[in-house]
Each structure stands twice: as structure tokens, then as C-alpha cells.
């Protein structure tokens, strides 16, 4: 792509993003909370466009200026300073270009909401659960070093350990930009600790990451919902599993059922539910956008194929492998503690180019 070119597609956002600036500072604006919501979004996605293109910008004036001091300077230190910053100008030309067009590529709407991140143990049996346990303190381990806020909002535990089923919420920046790339199936193999013979055995665990719907992306009446109380399980003492604070809630329409039990408060449980089934409902409408880009890119796994296996991990050998994109690491140990960042930067660069290649392709 041309420089100039470039250039005047990055310039030409420059007007609405200034439109944008002076609608949020307008007052009127500001009383209307859904549009004030939207046009806050909008600036946030165009912010680094802009930012990036006045970079690329004197990036591209300032190698002129100093092939233009090489080409007639006589003065020999002038001259060397030139040649030394067009060395240090030029490499960074066609990097500042790459940024720009992954950039102007319209993201996944929903990269920058939080996470509803749901678990469940696959075949295997009791083994599957407690793998599925050890992917739950996988994820809890990697969200405190992100600095992300962890709420369980529904879990029924495995008999030897572990969970069959859990359901957790992650807040914080860009959390399902991140998250998403965890869906699909995650196979284990090793030695369960159920087994008394010491043979390797292969279980597997289904994780589904859905966008947390916000308060405007569904319009979902209580009308169209039947509440259901009842008595919570699990751990939490007396008080917990004596009252009716535990939560169910139907979607009449669609038939969708959440449920919540991990708080002692009905009214928190209620208010959890609530949010899960709104996001549960906005994602039937986001598989379509998952289905129409999941045979485009092998990094993405569709939410509701439970069927695809993403990833393995071998005890015996000690190596996690990807295989969306054939990655694979040997320290397992360190992996499941929660440093899960490398594999996620590395599913990113190749979605990232994958994303340049359907662009072109327009």
C-alpha cells in the first residue's frame, strides 16, 4: 500500500474523531447514557488509529528532512547525523505501515468487554473434573497477574475433586480480546489420580469464553423471565444451604436457563443470574459473527464447537501444545501455574496475519 494512501485513510477518520471529542463533551450528550456509551467506544477505537498515523506521519517528514541534509549538507557532522537517522527512520517505515493496516482492519466488536468463562468436564470421568479444576486455577493464577477481578457464579463439584461444571465472570481491560482464544477442548494426558496402575490416560475438558453482554446490547425484559428459588449446595455453611437464596431464571422465549447460588444474598445471586443470561442470550447472535470467521482463521475456535480440540497437554513429556497453530512449550509446570501469555501472543500474531491476508483479499 502506498504511503500516501495510507496516510489518507488514516486522515480521513481524523474529522470523526474530532466530531466524536466535541460530542462527548456536549452535555446533551452526556444525559443520553446509551449513546454517550457508543460514542465512548468509538473513540477508544479510533484514538490509537490517529495516534499511530501522526506518528507514521513525522516518521515519513523526518526521513525526508534527512535524505534531504545527506543530499545537500556539506558540513560532514550534519551529514553523518543524517545518514545515522535515516538508518534508525527506514525499518521503522514498514513497521509503523503494518500497525496502521491491522489497525484500520476492524476488530471483534467485542474484544474489549469482560468475560463469562464456563468449564466443563469432557470424558474421563472423575479425571476430566479435576483437569477441569486445574484449568479453573489455570485461569485464576493468569487473571491475578493481569490484575482481573474473578466472580464464580455457578459450579457443581466432581465426586474425587475438581468440578464437572463451573462458571466464572473476568472484569477488567480487554479481558474477552484475550480470553477468547481458550475455546474449544483442552485434552490432558497423564497418570489420573484415580488410577491405581499407573498407565497414561486421556480425558478432556470443554471451555466456552462468551462476551459479557452490557447493559444496552440486549433488551431483555423481566416479563420474558420465570424466577425460581431454591436451596444452594456445595460449600458455604449453614446459611447457605438453609435458605432459599440460590437463583434460577428461565428465558420463556428462547428457553435459556442460568442459574446462580455462590453468593448468600438472594438479591446478588439474582443480579448475577440476570447479567449471565443477558450475555448468554447476546451470544446467540455473536456465534454467527464466531461461525462466519471461524473457517477464515485457525485461531479461532467457534464457541459452540465443543468438538474442536485446540490444545494438549502431556504430562509424561511435560509439553503443552497448541494446535491451531502448532506451538508447543516444555514446561508444563509453569504453564498450568497460569503463565499462559506466550501461547496467547503467539495465537494473536498468527490471528493478526490471518486478518491482514482476508483484507487483501477484499
Known amino acids: 500500500m502506498a504511503e500516501n494512501t495510507l496516510l489518507e485513510k488514516v486522515l480521513s477518520l481524523e474529522g470523526k474523531f474530532k466530531s466524536i471529542q466535541d460530542q462527548l463533551s456536549d452535555p446533551s450528550v452526556m444525559s443520553d447514557m446509551k449513546k454517550y456509551v457508543q460514542l465512548n467506544k468509538d473513540y477508544k477505537e479510533l484514538e490509537p488509529i490517529i495516534q499511530k498515523g501522526h506518528e507514521y506521519e513525522k516518521t515519513v ?43 484500520l482492519i476492524p ?10 468463562v464456563e468449564i466443563r468436564g469432557g470424558t474421563g470421568g472423575d479425571e476430566a473434573a479435576i483437569f477441569a479444576g486445574d484449568l479453573f486455577r489455570m485461569y485464576q493464577h493468569f487473571a491475578e497477574s493481569k490484575g482481573w477481578r474473578l466472580e464464580v ?38 497418570v489420573p ?3 491405581t496402575q499407573g498407565r497414561i490416560q486421556t480425558s478432556a475438558a470443554s471451555v466456552a469464553v462468551f462476551p459479557e453482554a452490557g447493559e444496552f446490547d440486549v433488551d431483555l425484559s423481566w416479563d420474558d423471565i420465570r424466577l425460581d428459588l431454591f436451596c444452594s449446595s456445595g460449600p458455604g455453611g449453614q446459611g447457605v444451604n438453609t435458605t432459599y437464596s440460590a437463583v434460577r431464571l428461565t428465558h420463556i422465549p428462547s428457553g435459556l436457563v442460568v442459574q446462580c447460588q455462590e453468593e448468600r444474598s438472594q438479591l446478588k445471586n439474582k443480579d448475577r443470574a440476570f447479567e449471565e ?47 491451531r497453530i502448532n506451538w ?35
Open 61 to 103: 517528514s523526518d526521513l525526508q528532512s534527512a535524505k534531504d541534509i545527506l543530499l545537500n549538507e556539506k558540513d560532514d557532522e550534519l551529514r553523518e547525523m543524517a545518514r545515522e537517522e535515516i538508518a534508525e527512520l527506514e525499518p521503522r517505515i514498514p513497521e509503523l505501515e503494518q500497525e496502521i493496516k491491522l489497525l
Open 107 to 116: 476488530a471483534d466488536p467485542d474484544d474489549s468487554k469482560n468475560a463469562i
Open 153 to 190: 457464579t455457578d459450579q457443581a463439584p466432581g465426586t474425587s475433586g475438581g468440578f464437572k461444571q463451573i462458571v466464572f465472570k473476568l472484569s477488567g481491560d480487554g479481558v474477552y480480546g484475550v480470553m477468547k482464544y481458550e475455546s474449544g477442548v483442552h485434552r490432558v494426558q497423564r
Open 193 to 195: 489420580q484415580t488410577e
Open 277 to 323: 443470561l443477558r450475555t448468554r442470550l447476546y451470544n446467540l447472535e455473536h456465534q454467527k459473527y464466531l461461525d462466519g470467521i471461524a473457517a477464515k482463521r485457525k485461531t479461532m475456535v467457534s464457541t459452540g464447537d465443543r468438538s474442536a480440540k485446540i490444545r494438549t497437554y502431556n504430562y509424561p513429556q511435560g509439553r503443552v501444545t497448541d494446535h
Open 328 to 362: 508447543s512449550m516444555y514446561n508444563l509446570p509453569v504453564f498450568m501455574d497460569g503463565d499462559i501469555q506466550e501461547c496467547i501472543d503467539q495465537l494473536q500474531i498468527a490471528e493478526n496475519a490471518e486478518r491482514l491476508k482476508e483484507a487483501g483479499e477484499e
